[in-house]
């Protein structure tokens, strides 16, 4: 079955996942999801695939949910935040290990699939943040396990656009690396990885993400799922002048409108003050 939203390409051990919506910086759409999940179980029902990059195609990794998908009503949320959440930990748990290779804009739901995969690199153009908050919507829970409690407090309540630097001091990227040599690092680590034993890689890996399971990660997703839900219902009651302006800007002038004064704030042109 071919894809339409996302691109796969296998080299021997490495099986790479391109997020291919560029008109769209990547959006996270339904069909996008469903497709990164079923790329997902091909590269782990496949014993010769070690390692899985995830990269984004055109001028950015993700900007994050496609936005202008209509839902409604507190069930649909929770079914659809429910979804998002599950998909995101299935990356975490994948057998093969992750590479998220990173560059322009990497922002909620994208920045939370970078974070998830075991290693990030990221070009030195490369943005990060979560500016659900002003909006009144929720980031990902799972982000505080990657970053610390201090880290993640202020990355997420402030919702201020980081860069990669930022992002490799506070844990959230492994690596930063020019922009003209991302792919190439990128490719070598796979190639380094892939030449350790599977069940070395595999086990390894397991024992790790047990730990985090052990500590509570799992109970926090859960609860975070029943709370995003009931927030993205009540979006429309944010209050503080930014939640405001953006509100404003989405009913007067559309969802296109409302995403490019959202992605501002990454330019430091926020239209929401």
Same mark, same amino acid.
């Given at each position: 079955?071919?894809?339409?939203?996302?691109?796969?390409?296998?080299?021997?051990?490495?099986?790479?996942?391109?997020?291919?919506?560029?008109? /769209?910086?990547?959006?996270? +759409?339904?069909?996008?999801?469903?497709?990164?999940?079923?790329?997902?179980?091909?590269?782990? %029902?496949?014993?010769?695939?070690?390692?899985?990059?995830?990269?984004?195609?055109?001028?950015?990794? $993700? $900007?994050?949910?496609?936005? +202008?998908?209509?839902?409604?009503?507190?069930?649909?949320?929770?079914?659809? #935040?429910?979804?998002? $959440?599950?998909?995101?930990?299935?990356?975490?748990?994948?057998?093969? #290990? %992750?590479?998220?290779?990173?560059?322009?804009?990497?922002?909620?739901?994208?920045?939370?699939?970078?974070?998830?995969?075991?290693?990030?690199?990221?070009?030195?153009?490369?943005?990060?943040?979560?500016?659900?908050?002003?909006?009144?919507?929720?980031?990902?829970?799972?982000?505080?396990?990657?970053?610390?409690?201090?880290?993640?407090?202020?990355?997420?309540?402030?919702?201020?656009?980081?860069?990669?630097?930022?992002?490799?001091?506070?844990?959230?990227?492994?690596?930063?690396?020019?922009?003209?040599?991302?792919?190439?690092?990128?490719?070598?680590?796979?190639?380094?990885?892939?030449?350790?034993?599977?069940?070395?890689?595999?086990?390894?890996?397991?024992?790790?993400?047990?730990?985090?399971?052990?500590?509570?990660?799992?109970?926090?997703?859960?609860?975070?799922?029943?709370? $995003?839900?009931?927030?993205?219902?009540?979006?429309?009651?944010? +209050?503080?002048?930014?939640? /405001?302006?953006?509100?404003?800007?989405?009913?007067?002038?559309?969802? /296109?409108?409302?995403?490019?004064?959202?992605?501002?704030?990454?330019?430091?042109?926020?239209?929401?003050?």
């Amino acid at each position: 079955m071919d894809y339409e939203t996302i691109v796969i390409a296998r080299d021997g051990a490495i099986f790479t996942v391109t997020l291919n919506r560029p008109e /769209k910086i990547n959006a996270m +759409s339904t069909a996008m999801w469903a497709e990164l999940e079923r790329a997902m179980d091909e590269a782990e %029902t496949d014993p010769a695939v070690r390692v899985l990059v995830l990269r984004g195609a055109g001028r950015a990794f $993700s $900007s994050g949910n496609d936005m +202008s998908e209509r839902t409604s009503g507190i069930g649909d949320w929770r079914r659809r #935040v429910s979804e998002i $959440s599950r998909r995101i930990l299935k990356l975490w748990n994948l057998r093969p #290990v %992750t590479i998220a290779m990173v560059h322009g804009h990497c922002l909620a739901s994208g920045c939370e699939l970078a974070a998830m995969c075991d290693i990030t690199l990221a070009a030195e153009d490369a943005m990060f943040g979560e500016p659900e908050i002003h909006h009144g919507s929720m980031a990902q829970v799972f982000l505080p396990w990657v970053l610390g409690m201090k880290q993640a407090k202020e990355f997420i309540l402030t919702g201020d656009p980081i860069d990669a630097r930022t992002a490799q001091h506070i844990g959230l990227v492994n690596r930063v690396v020019p922009a003209d040599r991302l792919e190439e690092e990128t490719y070598a680590l796979a190639r380094r990885l892939a030449r350790i034993p599977a069940v070395g890689l595999e086990f390894n890996k397991r024992t790790i993400n047990k730990m985090y399971e052990i500590a509570g990660l799992l109970d926090g997703r859960d609860y975070m799922d029943q709370v $995003s839900a009931i927030l993205h219902v009540l979006m429309s009651e944010v +209050s503080g002048p930014q939640g /405001k302006a953006l509100q404003e800007i989405k009913a007067k002038e559309g969802m /296109k409108a409302f995403l490019e004064a959202r992605a501002s704030r990454m330019d430091g042109k926020d239209r929401g003050d």
